[in-house]
């Protein structure tokens, strides 16, 4: 199993700023994972972080919204740039293991 | 298609029934089931992980994989409660999950 921290653990902005939310991880990981909940739906994959390389973004996710670093291999951040109201989501890191466990998620209301 | 497809309910069971969740996904490729329970507000919480097929029990809870047929089913014994929550199916073949939308469970006392 893995330890996954994440923070902030929620937050409010004002639109056109940016937040960038960070995921600890306990162990050493190669694979780290942005994922996205909208309000009533289920969980949609941003991107794939990993350590020495540029993410991997899916389809309708760009670098220039969504920012992501990994500098080594407990650790990322995601940020989520010149925000609006329908970036109010939860924003949630997860790691690959034998079990995909996810942090802590961090709630966003962008006002 | 939608990659993975869950009935998203509400899926109504008495207290002590046996609760039957569904999902189908469409990549023949995949490797890696989950099942999340996700409470109003909260993160996923992970409850089985399945890759051969057959039957996987953990207490109250048993995952069905059928490859074959690209089918996961969770069944949950004696409802209770708190179990009631949205139920999230979640497919895997590189390392990335892709979601369902969940089938929201409630077990009427």
């Known amino acids: 199993s893995a330890v996954i921290s994440q923070k902030p653990s929620r937050d409010i902005c004002q639109r056109g700023t940016s937040l960038t939310i960070q995921c600890q991880v306990d162990?050493?990981?190669?694979?780290m994972f942005w994922y996205r909940q909208q309000p009533g739906q289920s969980l949609t994959l941003i991107a794939t972080?990993?350590?020495?390389?540029?993410?991997?973004?899916e389809s309708g996710f760009v670098i220039d919204k969504f920012p992501i670093s990994r500098p080594n291999l407990t650790f990322s951040t995601l940020t989520v740039s010149n925000m609006s109201p329908e970036d109010s989501s939860i924003y949630l890191c997860?790691?690959?293991?034998?079990?995909?466990?996810f942090g802590q998620g961090t709630r966003l209301t962008v006002v | 298609q939608k990659e993975v497809e869950q009935n998203s309910g509400p899926l109504s069971v008495p207290e002590g029934a046996i609760a039957s969740l569904n999902c189908t996904y469409s990549?023949?490729?995949?490797?890696?089931f989950f099942w999340y329970r996700q409470y109003s507000g909260k993160s996923p919480e992970l409850i089985m992980f399945?890759?051969?097929?057959g039957d996987k029990e953990d207490g109250r809870f048993t995952a069905q994989l059928n490859k074959a047929s690209q089918y996961v089913s969770l069944l949950i014994r004696d409802s209770q409660p708190s179990d009631s929550a949205t139920y999230l199916c979640?497919?895997?073949?590189?390392?990335?999950?892709?979601f369902g939308q969940g089938t929201t469970l409630q077990v009427k006392p």
């Open positions: 990549d023949r490729g995949s490797q890696s």
């Open positions: 997860s790691v690959e293991l034998i079990e995909a466990f």
């Open positions: 972080a990993n350590q020495g390389s540029e993410a991997t973004y």
């Open positions: 399945i890759y051969s097929n």
């Open positions: 162990s050493q990981v190669t694979m």
């Open positions: 979640a497919v895997s073949n590189t390392g990335k999950l892709i």
